[in-house]
């Protein structure tokens, strides 16, 4: 299991951050939330004033943060410069700029490096859109999970403190379409990924199912 890479790809609110996190902390791995170096990069542009929207500009910059995570699951935790920007991360504003940004070929090449290094010897659950297909292909297991929109809307709407979950889930919608329709590494179901369709199941179930394929994948 040691040396073992589980990529976790999918949708926003598929489950995959609580799937992720719970099956590394049942083997024992390591845990790296890319989506989350997407949003620290975001963060920072908004802070710097670099218009999201203009992607020279954002291409001009994308060198220029710190970015660095943590790979505990039981902890995660991210900085900028120094700064933790955990919390900042999850607000509106980020989550409503950061498919642009992250559709910026130079931004996506920045954090591939940085996701390379981090995975390094392996040991570690990766999740994000693009991991079996593109930062780590070769990945000993790769999961595609989805599911339906409204139950994705209803459990994003729960973790943000009960949000409308009509107006959560058009804004998941809108970011999936931006995702999957970039040129850069678009999300997509990675060759070989095995599909997981969540919907019926709980969080524990999910990841049961998951934490058995790792065992038979060794
Ligand atoms: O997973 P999360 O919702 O935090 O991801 C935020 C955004 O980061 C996604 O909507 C997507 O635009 C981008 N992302 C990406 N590639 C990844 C992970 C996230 O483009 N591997």
Known sequence: TQSIVIALDGPSGSGKSSTSRG?????GLR???????????????LEHDVDVHDAEAVAAAA?????????D?????ITVDGTDVAEAIRGTEVTGAVSPVSAVPEVRARLLELQRAVIGEGGIVVEGRDIGSVVWPQAELKLYLTADAGARAARRALEEGGSDVAATEASLLARDKIDSSRTTAPLTV????VHLDTTPFTLDEVIEKVVALAEAAE
């Open 23 to 27: 099956v590394a902390t049942r083997l």
């Open 31 to 45: 845990y790296l939330d890319t989506g989350a170096m997407f949003r620290a990069m975001t963060w920072w542009m």
């Open 63 to 71: 060198n220029r943060p710190q970015i660095v995570s943590g790979t």
């Open 73 to 77: 699951p039981s902890a995660p935790t």
């Open 190 to 193: 990675p060759e070989g990924a």
